[in-house]
């Protein structure tokens, strides 16, 4: 198998999987429909391959018409309108913050925790 066979049989097998997508889609939007026009096709394998094709071509060309009509109304970010880009610096400072009943709270469980601490002590020193 040559190069460019293969590339023409992947991108036929790209377009075959993205047209049967979009079939899929459409089935589920309008069953009716999709089902007379894949009942038309019968059993014939490859007129099926083939519209399924021309359908992925065809949302293929549209989903790239999409992107590049959304890409064509970003601003460029590696084109500068300045000559030389503006450098800002922010300073901050970090302060610690201190709830005081966080602090109360930790400070009682703290005081807890020794004297469950002394009683497991004088309860290991009675065995």
Same mark, same amino acid.
């Given at each position: ?13 790209? %377009? ?6 979009? =079939? +899929? *889609?459409?089935?589920?939007?309008? #069953?009716?429909? /999709? &089902? ?24 293929? %060309? ?6 590049? =009509? +959304? *890409?064509?109304?970003?601003?460029? #970010?590696?084109? /500068? &309108? ?46």
């Amino acid at each position: 198998m040559y190069p460019d066979d293969l590339s023409q049989t992947l991108q036929k097998g790209f %377009r075959v999987t993205l047209g049967a997508t979009a =079939s +899929l *889609l459409e089935a589920i939007q309008d #069953p009716e429909n /999709s &089902s007379q026009k894949f009942s038309a096709l019968g059993n014939d394998v490859n007129r099926l391959t083939e519209e399924l094709e021309v359908k992925g071509e065809t949302t293929e %060309r549209e989903a790239r018409l999409f992107v590049d =009509s +959304l *890409l064509s109304q970003m601003p460029n #970010p590696f084109t /500068s &309108s300045a000559s030389e880009p503006e450098v800002s610096t922010i300073t901050t400072v970090a302060s610690p913050v201190v709830n005081t009943s966080v602090q109360s709270d930790l400070e009682a469980l703290t005081q807890e925790l020794a004297e469950i601490r002394q009683e497991i002590e004088s309860l290991k020193g009675q065995d």
